[in-house]
Structures are given as structure tokens and as C-alpha cells.
């Protein structure tokens, strides 16, 4: 608990400084647009320079969601790439500006910092405890849209960090739900849930928690740390307390140790993650083949290898631009938010407004938007989720990009009744 509410402090603390920061470093930054003027009637603002319209992408390229960011970004390029080769926004082109962050605070901090007068907004922000470290800022001075791979229900509220898909505690009630109805958990059983500290693992357990009381189960917590990467302790533990089922809320590296070390002690229950707790490349790892059996995921969309024509032509186009990367689905959340910020910037050009205030209306006015992954995602609602529904994958080498569905999309009646922060 004390862990808890010293991160929280830590997180008010560096929101707090950023305000100063940004009051200065935007009385001194010249790459900014001019709200004053136009271009063909058009009112541009911050982010547009010249004929470039200029989107910040904070990524994770060396730490602990090395795979999911660099597969991000790469997606996002593309689409940018694509879209200028149509002719691009308004007459602009779009650059996309890269910061690795590498998972660490301090450097997710000054990324924004640097970054935030010179682009328009962000189509990428890995990390639910660095947004949400700069969420007042965003919400108070700077105004810009924010779509980041993070989920965390701690983030709703605002009309310009915008979480695409459902957030963790939603997500958790679908997988759990999953586990009710599909994997034999019944009232009077315990289940497992083994969690970062901070804003994703504490997103998720209210989801688990909530679902618990709910059906009549027992939730028995094991909270982590990113740098935690054997789950020995945590396997022993929920062994011992005779859990029927584990929801693993943590990256890919906890997921993988967790599985393996749970098939190798012979401890043989369903184990369940959210949508960031997986990447592909670790089915070539000793802990594939326990992945393959045991192991599943909530996702807040199709896997990579969906049945759809969106998803076979991106799966073509990735090849072709990467032919020597791995197919996986931080490619689908990096399309998904970078195409779902193209459609707002189309929006606003629409009605003659590229300025950042003009473009946060347009994705308001966006209630029903799908690239193709079989999720339709509503925008009009700041204090919602763009969606409630959840995506039941399961491991496969056999398949493209790594991930079959084993429960189609959609939403569980708790999850649909449930109230996020309520």
C-alpha cells in the first residue's frame, strides 16, 4: 500500500514539474505552428511547420516492451508513409518523430517534454504510469491529442488522452469471465493474479476484484516489479494457495517465466493475460510449447493474422517494408491508433481546423471506427473506453503473427454493467 501511494506521489510530483517546464519551454520553442494564420483557410496550430504536420511517437525500443514498440512504431511509419503517398492531410505531409523511452520514467518524461511543442499530438505513447504521470499537463496547458498503447482506466476522463480499446480492468473481467465460462472456475474457487506496481497491474486488479465478488471468488495477489523477471516465488505462492486459474498482468518476459516455471513444477492451471503480457518471438523459447497449452489472452482487437481483407493487406504491406521482422500485434495497436489520429486529421481538415483543439473535436465526433480488426471503436465519449469488448487469443506457432482466436469478440454482461472508477 505505501509502495502505492509513494508512486502516485512521485507521479503528481513529476506532472507538477512538467507544468513549469512546459510553461518555459514553450515561450522558447520556435517549431510550433501559428494558430493566428492559415494555409488555404485552413487554421493550423502547433505541430504544423511549413507543409508538415509533425505527430510524436514515445516508444519503447530497449526495455521491457521492446518487441510490442518497435513493432509499433514500424506499423506507424508505414501508415504514415501510406498516407502521404496519397496525397497526405490538407495538402501537408506527415512526419512522425520518434523518442525510445526504453520503459523508464525519467526518460518517458523528458521525451514528452522535448517533444510536446513541436507535434501536433501523439499517436504513440507506451507506458499507462507515464501517461498518466503527464496527464495534467495534457489536460490542463497543452491540449494535444494523446492515443497511447496503454490501458489503464486511470486515464479516462480526458478528451485528449483517448484509450482505444478496452482498459485493463475490462479487459480483466472478460478474461476471468473466460475462465468462468470456458475453463471450469466455479464459485468458492481462488484465482491468481500476479501484477506490475502502478497504473497497469492496479488498473487490472480492480477488473479481477470486481469480477471476483461478482462471481463468488477468491483473488489472491502477487504484485511485481518490471525488473521482476522470474516468477519462481509467485508460482510457489499461488501453488500453495490452490489456485484454479492465473491472470498475469505484466509484460511478455513475467508471462513466459510464469507459464514455464508453472508446466515445469507441474502446477497445470489456465493462465490468462492481458493484451501486453505476450509476444510471438517467445514461442521460440523453452516456454513455447507450455505457452501453447495453457496459456491465453484478452485483446482488444483480432490478432494480426485475422481473416479480414484489412488484415491480409497490412500483413503484405509489413512483409514487404520489413521483410526480416517478426508479425505480431503490437502492429495491430500501432495501425489502430495511428490510422484512428489520420481519421481525426481528415475530420479537421474537413472543417478547416488543424489546430490541436480542432483535431480533439474531430475524433469526438468519431463513433464508430474499425481498420478492419473486427472491434468498432467509439471516440465520442471521453470518460468511456472506445470499447468494452475483449478478443480471446491463445497461442500458435502454426499461424501467422502467432495468435488464433479461441472466443470471438465481445463483451461479458459484468463487463458491460461495470462502471470504470465507479
Known amino acids: 500500500m505505501t509502495t502505492r501511494y509513494a508512486a502516485r506521489a512521485a507521479a503528481g510530483a513529476l506532472a507538477a514539474l512538467l507544468v513549469l517546464a512546459g510553461c518555459s519551454s514553450k515561450a522558447k520553442d520556435s517549431d510550433g505552428g501559428d494558430g493566428d494564420k492559415s494555409a488555404g483557410g485552413v487554421k493550423t496550430g502547433e505541430g504544423i511547420s511549413g507543409k508538415t504536420i509533425t505527430l510524436g511517437a514515445l516508444t519503447d525500443m530497449t526495455g521491457v516492451y521492446a518487441t510490442l514498440g518497435k513493432s ?20 501537408y505531409k506527415v512526419a512522425l518523430s520518434v ?3 526504453g520503459y523508464d520514467p525519467q526518460k518517458a518524461v523528458s521525451g514528452y517534454t522535448e517533444l510536446e511543442p513541436k507535434v501536433l499530438g501523439f499517436a504513440q505513447f507506451i507506458g499507462s504510469p507515464f501517461v498518466a504521470a503527464v496527464k495534467q499537463r495534457i489536460d490542463g496547458q497543452d491540449k494535444g491529442l494523446v492515443l497511447p498503447q496503454a490501458w489503464s482506466a486511470a486515464l479516462l476522463g480526458s478528451p485528449y488522452i ?14 476471468v469471465d473466460f475462465l468462468i465460462k470456458e475453463k471450469g472456475v466455479k464459485k468458492g474457487d481462488r484465482i491468481g493474479h500476479v501484477y506490475f506496481e502502478g497504473d497497469y497491474g492496479e488498473s487490472a486488479l480492480v477488473g479481477s476484484r470486481h469480477i471476483a465478488k461478482e462471481a463468488g471468488l477468491t483473488v489472491v495477489e502477487q504484485k511485481i516489479k518490471p525488473t521482476d523477471n522470474d516468477m519462481t516465488a509467485q508460482v510457489t505462492a499461488l501453488k500453495q494457495a490452490g489456485v ?18 508453472a508446466a515445469a513444477s507441474g502446477f497445470a492451471v489456465p493462465i490468462i493475460g492481458n493484451n ?28 494480426i493474422g485475422a481473416d479480414t481483407p484489412e488484415a491480409k493487406k497490412l500483413v503484405a504491406d509489413y512483409r514487404a517494408a520489413y521483410p526480416s521482422d517478426a508479425l505480431d500485434n503490437g502492429i495491430v495497436a500501432g495501425w489502430t491508433a495511428v490510422s484512428a489520429f489520420g481519421e481525426a486529421l481528415k475530420k479537421a481538415c474537413a472543417n478547416k481546423d488543424l ?3 480542432g483535431v480533439d473535436k474531430a475524433l469526438l465526433s468519431i463513433d464508430s471506427y474499425d481498420v478492419g480488426f473486427g472491434i468498432a471503436q467509439n471516440f465520442t465519449d471521453p470518460k ?6 475483449s478478443v480471446i487469443l ?29
Open 72 to 91: 509499433v512504431t514500424q506499423a506507424q511509419q508505414l501508415y504514415v508513409k501510406q498516407l502521404n503517398a496519397a496525397g497526405g492531410v490538407c495538402g
Open 99 to 101: 523518442r525510445d523511452h
Open 162 to 175: 483517448r484509450v482505444i480499446g478496452s482498459t485493463y480492468d475490462i479487459e480483466t473481467i472478460n478474461a
Open 244 to 261: 484454479k486459474a492465473i491472470v498475469i498482468s505484466a509484460g511478455p518476459r513475467q508471462a513466459a517465466s510464469l507459464v514455464g516455471v
Open 276 to 303: 501486453s503480457a505476450f509476444a510471438p518471438q517467445l514461442l521460440a523459447t523453452q516456454a513455447g510449447p507450455a505457452l501453447m497449452k495453457s496459456y491465453y489472452v484478452a485483446s482488444p482487437s483480432l490478432p
Open 355 to 357: 489546430t490541436r483543439e
Open 384 to 389: 468511456a473506453p472506445s470499447s468494452r469488448e
Open 394 to 422: 491463445q497461442p500458435d506457432k502454426s499461424v501467422t503473427g502467432g495468435m488464433k482466436v479461441v472466443r470471438e469478440a465481445g463483451a461479458s454482461e459484468v463487463a458491460e454493467a461495470y462502471t470504470p472508477g465507479a
